[in-house]
Nanobody, 117 residues
Framework: QVKLVESGGGSVQAGGSLELSCATSRSILSFAATGWYRQAPGKQRDLVAE???????NYVDSVKGRFTIARDNAKNTVYLQMSSLKPEDTAVYYCDARSGYTNVEFWGQGAHVTVSS
């Protein structure tokens, strides 16, 4: 089955930076889209950033200008580069990949990101 393995979570002070990575078991381009969601305590899982197989990107308004989604197709890896981090960014971040034909979502195990003030 499709497997997504995340790494790069941790703790950082406000204003700092972190980079998350998501290694996939098959070509990133075989998915309709890959991206990142996050879930804070007591809240639903929301989209943070995504990139389609064609290279189009989409970001939630609260992270625009601070987060960048990138990919390395040769390494089957998706990255989330985060800068100017705020305490409000504290959450568990999940890598996501969606099949265009079946609309099935595949998820990483989650990476904890904690931003202190």
């Amino acid at each position: 089955q499709v497997k997504l393995v995340e790494s790069g979570g941790g703790s950082v002070q406000a204003g700092g930076s972190l980079e998350l990575s998501c290694a996939t078991s098959r070509s990133i381009l075989s998915f309709a889209a890959t991206g990142w969601y996050r879930q804070a305590p007591g809240k639903q899982r929301d989209l943070v950033a995504e990139i389609t197989s064609g290279g189009d990107t989409n970001y939630v308004d609260s992270v625009k200008g601070r987060f960048t989604i990138a990919r390395d197709n040769a390494k089957n890896t998706v990255y989330l580069q985060m800068s100017s981090l705020k305490p409000e960014d504290t959450a568990v971040y999940y890598c996501d990949a969606r099949s265009g034909y079946t609309n099935v979502e595949f998820w990483g195990q989650g990476a904890h990101v904690t931003v202190s003030s």
